[in-house]
């Protein structure tokens, strides 16, 4: 018998050649602070909860939103941007949690990246048949500052593409706690997450849930 099967240490499912330069998938980063996050992310959005936004061209996002942090993310018919203010409150954004801080800036540093500090957290609710189309990150000021993402509660299938939008796509099954960093040469690549199938989750229920932390400003 080979020592792996006496260790108790998970199998990497992923392997980084799938999704190349720039790019670290930590398998359960986040569930060493499971209970914390899930008391955070509680928090923020009873605060502000989550809401369909219109994108520029007028159609309401199936992805519910909202945002924690200095600066959160917002589309309406004028276009997308940053904002310090959820306009459905006129209210800051809550806070950024200091759980969410320490597992951005330890995720970051693990894959790499020195002294991450994200002034933006972006959240995302994928109900059943939800689906984010393929797009770019591009409304941050500086793309040197890499992007961590934190998926919770029911599993979903990430697509990854290249710099062009016809790029073919390799696909990426995300689960609960799984934490990818996205950064340097992988920055602008297109990307997706495909139709929520339907399931229950112990701790989320029907939802899968995806924290994106940025340095937007
Ligand atoms: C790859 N959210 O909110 S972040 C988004 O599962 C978004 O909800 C995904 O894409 C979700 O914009 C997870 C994945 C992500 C973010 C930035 C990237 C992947 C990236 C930047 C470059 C390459
Ligand atoms: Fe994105």
């Not at 934190?150 to 599993?155: D, E, I, T, Y």
């Not at 299938?157 to 960093?181: A, C, N, Q, W």
């Not at 939802?207 to 937007?216: E, G, Q, S």
């Amino acid at each position: 018998m080979t020592a792996s099967l006496f260790e108790n240490i998970p199998e990497p499912r992923l392997s980084k050649e799938l999704l190349g330069p720039g790019t670290a998938i930590l398998n359960g980063f986040a569930l060493g602070v499971e209970g914390d996050l899930i008391a955070a992310f509680n928090a923020v959005v009873e605060r502000a909860p989550f809401r369909h936004m219109v994108t520029p061209g007028g159609f309401r996002m199936s992805v519910g939103m909202t945002n924690c942090g200095a600066l959160g993310w917002i589309t309406d018919r004028t276009g997308y941007r940053y904002d310090g203010v959820d306009p459905e409150s006129g209210l800051r954004w809550p806070a950024m949690p200091g759980v969410f801080l320490k597992l951005a800036a330890d995720a970051a540093e693990e894959a790499g990246f020195a002294s991450f500090v994200p002034d933006a957290c972006l959240i995302n609710r994928y109900e059943p048949g939800a689906k984010l189309s393929l797009h770019q990150d591009k409304n941050e000021r500086d793309f040197d500052q890499p992007i961590v993402s934190v998926s919770l509660g029911l599993p979903a299938t990430f697509l990854f593409g290249g710099l062009e939008r016809s790029d073919k796509t390799v696909r990426v099954p995300l689960v609960h706690g799984d934490v990818i960093v996205w950064g340097g040469v992988a920055r602008l690549r297109y990307h997706g997450v495909n139709p929520l199938k339907e399931g229950v989750h112990p701790v989320f229920g029907g939802y899968r849930y995806n924290l994106t932390f940025r340095k937007a400003g």
